[in-house]
Each structure stands twice: as C-alpha cells, then as structure tokens.
C-alpha cells in the first residue's frame, strides 16, 4: 500500500475534509499517479479499472477549478445511465464543503426537467445521446468548458460513440484540459489522444483485482435444457456467500432468468437497458443495500458500475470475447478480498468456449456437475391449445461422456 497521503497529492482542503469523513484513508494506485497531474491542469490518458478510485481521481481537479455561478466548466462524459448517475452522487459527496451544482443529463427520463437544471449547473455529467440531444436544441452552453473528461472510454468506443463524442468535442472550447480514463488503452483510444488531446501524460494502475484471490471455474458441457438447473444449484450450494453477479448478453435473457429464479422463491433483480431510470434505479440500490444478493444483468447496463462486495460471478451466458470475459470477472476479488468467477457451458456453448478460451493462459478449473433435479424453466410460451407447458423433473448425470463432445 502507497505512504502517499491525499493532501501530498494537493487536494484541496474542502474535498481533504470529505475523504476523511469517508475514511478514505490512503490513495488508490491510479489515485497517486493521476491526481498531481489532473490538479497541475495537464491532458491524461489513465488506465484504470472500475473499483480502482478513478472518479475521485477526476473530481478532485473539477472540484478544485470549478467557480460556483459562472456557467458549465467541467463535462464528464459516460456509456451508461448508471455510470453516470453513480459519478454524478461521487462528485456531489465530494464538493459537500464547495456547494457546486452538480447534475446529470442522460436518456430513459423526460429531457424537460434538464433545461432548467443545466442553465444553474457547474458541472455536467452524460450519456452521449442525451448531450447531443441538448447540443442540438441549444440548451446547454458549453463555451466555459475547462476540463472535459471521457470515462470508460474504451466502453464509450465499443458501445458505438465515437462520432458522438467528436461532436461534443466539437461543441467545447480547445483550449481546455482532456482527461481520458479507461480499463484498456486501445488504437482508436491512442488515435482519440492524438487528435484531441494536448501532449497528454500516460499513467496506468495495476488491475484492482488479485489474481491470486480470484478462483475460476467452469461447469459443463452439459444438456442445453438443464442450464438453469445448474445454475440454480450452484446459487443454492453458495446461497449466503455474498453478493451475485449473473451475465445474460441479451435482455430478454436476462428477463427470463430472474423471473424464473423469483417463481423459485430466490430473491433477484435485474438490469439492462430495457428498463426506465427509475426501474434500474430501483434495482441498483436494492442491490447496493443488500436487500437483494443476486442481481442478473447485461454487460451495457452493468458495466462501469462500482458495487462492493461481490463475490460471485455467473456467466450464464458466454461473453462473445476474452476481452468482456476480463471486464465481467473484474468485479470480484477486490481490495483483498476473495472471489469465484463461475462459467455455465451447455452443449451448444461448447465450441464457443473452446475458442474463448484457446489462446489465453487462463487458470480456469473444470468444476464437478452433480447430479441436478431438472426444474422447469417457464418461458411464457403456450401450446396450440392455449395452456402452459409444464416439464417434470427429472435426474441425470452430467458427468456422463455423452456430454463431452469437446476436450477443454
């Protein structure tokens, strides 16, 4: 752990005054690196993870050269609603002792309570579609822009946002500082520094993660029906070890698998774009305040998020790259404590996983498939004669060789 001290690092004495309430005690790896170079007002580009203390990194600069009143001087642009909103409640905590007018902007919420709000703000905090939206109709002046910052910006990229964020940087003054924070430093990130940013500083933390707390397992290949069976025993055999993360890649997916773990009486809750703000909202704090242990999501509605304490990962779905596997397991095993990555592979996943997995030297084990009561897995779908189909349970053995067609 660093000796630094966040007053070494030349936080102001307002922002100082909160990381001691927050028993923020020491700085973040990406923290130390960063933090003297945001506040001396130069352009970076940070590598940094979800969880390594990035936004705090960001807004200690924001917070110190932001001026009350004097109209939107710092924008902070975000892939998703919920990132957006969770940097939005970072940066309000942050300039308790400052008062600035902090808000975000972003879509699934009426565009009319904004107007009003962004004629009062200091600092702005979006999604893409929504500032281009407000862009467009003139409602948001961003002429006194000092620093703009792109997080996730690898996210921002992959999610299809390049031309976006080029007219928003359009749309503010050159001359003004660049902070640029992703997990992954790609060539079209490198292509975004070079064009847009000013004789940039490069830092880079280590992964939040540890790699020696972290366990990976995969279960499988077995029958494409009995998926849910399994997935359902394995949240039952490691019911009360914390919180649940289960990846779907579609939303209906992702719909489908909480509904039929709440007819079982398991409690979770779902997110994906699919909601409104307030339905995803709503899930989030559920989530955040433990009141639900098993939250089923899709990558674009999770990612970025910074929840504590998540020491289960379900991929019930196969993630399409080794790239998304390493963002879905990212959060679990933090700060020192431990986690399991847990992979589902039905049969027809098997030749997906062959190749996820092919290439990469990861230390993922081969978990042991007992013997499973099949449950029905209600898809909302009738028979020609209008009644539900029902299924009876019934056991098999997943370890048979009939089920390993491929050799992992």
Do not use: W
């Amino acid at each position: 752990m660093t000796t630094t001290t966040f007053k070494q690092l030349g936080i102001i004495d307002p922002v100082l005054k909160v990381c001691e309430e927050e028993e923020f005690i020491r700085p973040t790896e990406i923290q130390e690196k960063s933090i003297p170079h945001v506040i001396k007002g130069r352009d970076v580009i940070a590598k940094a993870a979800t969880g390594s203390g990035k936004t705090l990194a960001f807004a200690s600069g924001i917070i110190q050269k932001t001026v009350k009143g004097k109209g939107v001087q710092a924008l902070v642009v975000t892939p998703t609603r919920e990132l957006a909103h969770q940097v939005t409640d970072m940066i309000t905590s942050l300039s308790k002792y400052k008062t600035l007018r902090i808000i975000s902007v972003y879509g699934g919420v009426s565009i009319n309570p904004q107007f009003h709000e962004l004629k009062r703000a200091d600092v702005v905090i979006g999604t893409p579609g929504r500032l281009i939206d407000h862009i467009e109709r003139g409602t948001i002046e961003l002429g006194q822009i000092k620093i703009l910052v792109l997080d996730e910006c690898d996210r921002l990229l992959d999610m299809g946002f390049l031309l976006d964020i080029e007219k928003i940087i359009y749309s503010i003054p050159r001359k003004r500082q660049t902070l640029l924070y992703s997990a992954t430093i790609s060539y079209d990130i490198s292509q975004i520094a070079q064009k847009y940013m000013n004789n940039p500083i490069e830092v880079g933390a280590q992964s939040y993660v540890d790699p020696q707390k972290l366990s990976q397992y995969y279960f499988g290949p077995v029958s494409n029906s009995l998926k849910f069976s399994l997935l359902v025993h394995l949240l039952n055999k490691n019911n009360g070890g914390g919180l649940s993360m289960i990846f779907c890649n579609t939303r209906r997916n992702a719909d489908l698998i909480n509904k039929n773990l709440i007819r079982l009486g398991i409690k979770a809750t779902v997110l994906h774009g699919g909601y409104t703000q307030q339905e995803r909202s709503k899930s989030l704090n559920s989530f955040h305040t433990r009141k639900t242990k098993i939250l089923v999501a899709t990558d674009v509605a999770a990612r970025g998020l910074d929840i504590q304490g998540v020491t289960f990962i379900y991929n019930y779905d196969l993630p399409s790259n080794f790239k998304q596997y390493i963002h879905r397991i990212g959060r679990t095993a933090r700060a020192g404590k431990t986690g399991k990555a847990i992979t589902l592979v039905s049969q027809r996943d098997g030749e997906d996983f062959f190749h996820l997995f092919r290439d990469n030297r990861t230390k993922i084990q081969k978990g042991r498939v007992p013997y499973i009561e099949k449950i029905p897995f209600k898809r909302g779908r009738s028979t020609s004669n209008g009644h539900k189909k029902e299924f009876r349970g019934r056991k098999r053995n997943y370890n048979n060789p009939q089920f390993s067609r491929y050799s992992f």
